[in-house]
Every structure is written in structure tokens, then in C-alpha cells.
């Protein structure tokens, strides 16, 4: 997976990691991937939430010893 930008919100809370995905996003060209690391466990639903409300893609989603992975392909 060619990952183009990686978003390190390890420690913040909601909304803070979708607020970060998404400015990291608006950075981005249309089909570039985005991954966002996170420790918020409820990040898994609100990543899932905002891929529907944007029409990003959430290509996958991973979890590793209290981190969560998220990748997103831009629009």
C-alpha cells in the first residue's frame, strides 16, 4: 500500500483525530491514501461515520496493542 501521509493522533481524544484526517485529507490529490494512527477506541466508529458523510474511502482498518490504524483514499 503506497501510503502518501501519515497523521500521528495517538493521545487525542474525539473529535481531534477526525479533525487532523481531515485536514491532512484537503492535502491530498484525489486517490491518494491517508493513514491515521489513534488510541481513541472509539476512533474505529467515528472513522467509519466520516468515510460515509465525506466519500473518502476507508480502504482498512487495524487494531495493534491499544493503537488503532486508519486508512483513508481521498476522494
Known sequence: MDI????DARGLNCPLPILKAKKALSELTSGQLLRVLSTDP???R???AFARQTGNDLVEQQTTD???VHV???R
Request: glycine fraction near 6%; aromatic fraction near 12%.
Open 72 to 74: 483513508l483514499r481521498r
Open 66 to 68: 491499544e493503537q488503532f
Open 42 to 44: 472509539g476512533s474505529v
Open 4 to 7: 502518501t501521509k501519515e497523521v
Open 46 to 48: 467515528d472513522f467509519q
